[in-house]
């Protein structure tokens, strides 16, 4: 959705989750071999890194939601 339909994601947390991140986690999605137990824990846990940055870069939330409503203001 963001590289077809000019979707975006929040600039307040583009180092964590932007299109770049999102098409390599699809590319890893469709590529590994997920009876391989390796690549299946390896892959939950750069998920699992990204969901803790992500929690951490919007904790307290006012910041984030002001940055939120900032974007939405300038659209």
């Given amino acids: 959705m963001c590289e077809k339909n000019a979707w975006s994601l929040p600039r307040y947390t583009e180092d964590i989750i932007s299109p770049p991140v999102l098409r390599r986690m699809l590319e890893r999605l469709s590529m590994e071999n997920w009876s391989n137990l390796d690549e299946f824990a390896s892959f939950a846990a750069s998920v699992d890194e ?26």
Wanted: net charge positive.
């Fill in 50 to 75: 990204m969901r803790k940055e992500f929690r951490t870069r919007v904790t307290p939330r006012l910041p984030y939601l002001r940055s939120l409503r900032q974007a939405l203001e300038e659209i």
